[in-house]
């Protein structure tokens, strides 16, 4: 069974843009083979402390990666770092706050921008910092360490739609726009994803409001989806809280040795009773012994 999981995070992708703009996407979930599930962000509804929740579980109250300008390792176990204990091969094309919170801080982008380390949390690297790093090209680069390492696991860290949105707000043609393009590059890869083993999900860490910001308790800054696509998913009707996507994607991963909280109703259901009938099986077996 393959267990292989890619991370898309949309930074700054409002649920409702997503669910009225992403028109790739939402033909997936008309042919059953996408679901789009509506999360609530943690709070600050903020970028580094929310990739901290993502990518470890932990909520920024409690991680103490309470703003963007806390620069610094993170204090907790993390896909990346419970990926790497298991020996899987990890990678992220992603903004260059992600190689300060799992490999290395500060980030130094002649040090840091192409990373290729066994060693670190994040083996394979390609980190960016400017926010108007085209979409297109991180994309791009995070096919390349796919095919250049078949990682177990990838981050795809896009920052475009949240570059957008601090340029010219929410209710935006902009903003939309961003959101539209990032479907059509989506469209390119999934597919091919797929046939290589992958399950994907694909969210974002906070909303944006039309004060071309974010970080507070407004519905459109809290609001994003979570698109889920792969077998190993229920495709099921279920509540997800943002605290939940790394535990559910160390489940993916095969990960059992995590104390990441998960939704189990997100994925497949295990199949227990095959694994009872087999080991009454061998009851019975040892008793005829
Ligand atoms: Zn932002």
Not at 61 to 75: E, K, M, P, T, Y
Not at 240 to 256: A, E, F, P, R
Request: hydrophobic fraction near 35%.
């Amino acid at each position: 069974m393959n267990n292989k999981v890619i991370l898309v995070v949309l930074d700054g992708l409002n649920h409702q843009v997503a669910h009225e703009c992403m028109g790739y996407l939402n033909a997936l979930i008309e042919q059953d083979r996408a679901t789009l599930y509506p999360i609530i962000s943690e709070l600050p509804s903020m970028s580094r402390p929310l990739y901290e929740c993502l990518l470890t579980g932990v909520t920024p109250a409690q991680s103490g990666i309470v703003n963007n300008d806390i620069v610094r390792l993170s204090h907790h176990s993390s896909v990346f770092s419970l990926a790497k204990q298991a020996s899987l091969t990890t990678a992220a094309a992603a903004y260059h706050w992600m190689s300060e919170l799992y490999n290395i801080a500060p980030y130094n982008a002649v040090r840091d921008r192409f990373t290729q380390d066994p060693s670190l949390n994040i083996q394979h690297g390609c980190f960016y910092h400017l926010d108007h790093y085209p979409d297109e090209m991180l994309f791009l680069d995070a096919e390349n360490l796919r095919q250049q390492h078949q990682p177990d696991f990838l981050l795809i860290h896009p920052m475009n739609i949240d570059d957008a949105g601090h340029k010219f707000g929410l209710d935006s043609s902009q903003y939309r726009n961003s959101a539209r393009r990032a479907d059509i590059i989506l469209s390119n890869y999934v597919d091919v994803w797929l046939q290589a083993g992958y399950q994907i999900m694909i969210t974002s860490d906070h909303g944006m409001n039309n004060d071309k910001s974010h970080g507070g308790i407004l519905p459109e800054e809290r609001a994003v989806p979570l698109f889920v696509i792969g077998e190993h998913f229920s495709h099921q009707p279920t509540t997800m809280k943002q605290t939940d996507i790394c535990g559910n994607v160390c489940q993916l991963l095969g990960l059992t040795d995590h104390d990441k909280s998960y939704n189990q109703d997100l994925l497949i259901k295990k199949p227990e009773r095959v694994i009872k009938q087999s080991s009454s099986i061998n009851q019975t077996v040892q008793e005829c012994k």
